[in-house]
């Protein structure tokens, strides 16, 4: 039996489609309440839990064998960290507890790129550079969270860890901030944009290197699946490219887009709508994304596939089921290759 914690979420949704393609029987454990839209077609049993709370996720993991833990709060909005470490380093704490205590036979926890302290000039980021963040909220959480596993793993817990760069591509029903882009981008509504770059990967490419860690992980050992470097103007070129829409793109000073993004988060929290950037999505923009992926490669089998391709899925994804903000009751057609 597997369960997948978090499985409405981009990667969850779409890590459920590919066991389900293998033939795996899957729990998705959700809180309640939660929109299970992105389960709609899928034969899944979905069991309701709240991470934050032991006995709950104790009890939801009876019987369980494999548990993929993708849960969590993905925030580049200053301000939130009461919330931040509650779900994502206290829930992880309560899911490597309930591992331990169900015999568990094996976790793969998600982690994060952002949970690795960066290096300076430009030296690669490796499973072996420390995790200890030095910027964003969201960064540190998911560090404390993936060293909470490692403590799993020291008391008995047979874990492993993944640690993705930005996921992008279709199935992206909560709107990352990719999505929120690419979204932008069909209504028209991208203009102007500011240098930077940063390594995104497919989420269909993240689930599978999920699960080749589940088969051939090595216990303790942390995996960066990452895929390629990209820079905005590229990302709005392929969009442009994709779309045949005439926008033009504006490149605005890195100092303005600074202190517009000082005006985000009160923006954000009178419109309801995830903000396009952050003083923290600009400083990550500006950041060392030399990442390597050779571990994964080498012990796993991982490899990703041409950005192009999936910024042109999750375009088409977005076009064919959103109007607004909320998808059709009705899905298109699977494109999961």
């Known amino acids: 039996m597997i369960a997948v914690i978090g499985g409405t979420g ?160 279709p199935y992206d029903f909560k709107i990352s901030e990719m999505g929120t882009l690419i979204l932008k981008y069909i209504k028209s509504k991208v203009f102007f944009y500011v240098d930077g770059a940063y390594d995104f990967v497919d989420v269909r490419d993240v689930a599978i290197g999920e699960i080749l860690a589940m088969e051939r992980g090595k216990t303790g050992q942390i995996y960066i699946l990452s895929g390629e470097k990209i820079t905005v103007k590229e990302i709005l070129n392929t969009l442009r490219s994709i779309s045949g829409k005439k926008i033009p793109h504006i490149k605005i000073p890195y100092s303005f887009a600074k202190f517009t993004a000082l005006l985000t988060p009160i923006i954000s929290r009178i419109t309801h709508e995830k903000p396009l950037f952050t003083l923290y999505s600009l400083s990550v923009l500006k950041s060392n994304c030399n990442v390597q992926k050779d571990k994964a490669t080498r012990e796993l089998g991982y490899s990703s596939r041409p950005l192009q391709k999936s910024l042109k899925d999750a375009y088409m994804w977005f076009k064919e089921n959103y109007r607004g903000n909320k998808p059709f009751k009705k899905l298109s057609p699977n494109v999961l290759q």
């Open 10 to 169: 981009h990667l969850g949704n779409v890590l459920i489609r590919e066991l389900l393609k293998r033939g795996e029987k899957v729990i998705c454990i959700v809180p309640k309440g939660e929109d299970l839209t992105p389960l709609n077609g899928l034969d899944v049993e979905v069991r309701f839990s709240d991470i934050t709370d032991f006995e709950s996720i104790n009890k939801m993991l009876f019987g369980v064998d494999y548990v993929y833990h993708t849960a969590g709060i993905v925030s580049i909005i200053k301000g939130e960290w009461e919330k931040l470490y509650k779900v994502n380093v206290l829930g992880t704490r309560n899911v490597v507890e309930a591992c331990i205590k169900n015999k568990v036979k094996r976790l793969v926890y998600t982690s994060s790129i952002h949970a690795f302290k960066e290096p300076p000039n430009q030296v690669p980021i490796t499973e072996g550079t420390p995790l200890d963040p030095e910027y964003g909220e969201y960064a540190k959480s998911k560090a404390l969270a993936t060293i909470e596993v490692l403590k799993g793993v020291e008391n008995g817990l047979n874990a492993v860890i993944v640690a993705p760069t930005g996921i992008i591509g």
